[in-house]
């Protein structure tokens, strides 16, 4: 579907006012699809269209997820937690989960940023130069 450029304009306008203290307000972005259903302005579709696109990469910038070949320790845990809302700010949903192919070391993703600290990205670099 084809959005104009009016659609994304209201789109962001709608999602600016869903925003406190810039992060998301689920709450405030629920009354907003729900207004939008109701009125059924022109190009309504093509407007939410864009505004769940908006929606969904603001809560990706706001998840992490923090990939290991082993279960870390509590207190590893908290340290990646501070270091991670120190760099991105306070409210991050983090998640933690066990990926046995890294071998060692970390990868991190936040949104489109990604920290790949793990040894399978340190072979597969080293194959690369050969």
């Known amino acids: 579907m084809k959005i104009?450029?009016?659609a994304r304009r209201e789109a962001k306008q709608l999602f600016r006012r869903c925003l406190a203290n810039g992060v998301l307000d689920e709450n405030r972005?629920?009354?907003?699809?729900?207004?939008?259903?109701?009125t059924k302005p022109r190009g309504y579709l093509a407007l939410l269209s864009h505004f769940q696109r908006l929606v969904k990469i603001a809560l990706e910038r706001r998840t992490a997820r923090i990939e290991s070949p082993a279960a870390l320790s509590r207190e590893?845990?908290?340290e990646v937690q501070a270091e991670l809302a120190r760099a991105y700010?306070?409210?991050?949903?983090?998640?933690?989960?066990?990926?046995?192919?890294?071998v060692g070391g970390l990868r991190?993703?936040?949104?489109?940023?990604?920290?790949?600290g793990s040894i399978q990205a340190?072979?597969?670099a080293l194959?690369?130069?050969f």
């Open 108 to 116: 991190i993703k936040v949104g489109s940023d990604v920290y790949d």
């Open 29 to 38: 972005a629920r009354q907003v699809v729900k207004l939008v259903l109701e």
């Open 76 to 78: 590893l845990q908290a």
């Open 122 to 124: 340190r072979l597969a």
């Open 4 to 6: 104009s450029k009016q």
């Open 89 to 102: 700010g306070p409210g991050l949903t983090i998640s933690f989960e066990h990926n046995p192919a890294l």
């Open 127 to 129: 194959q690369e130069s």
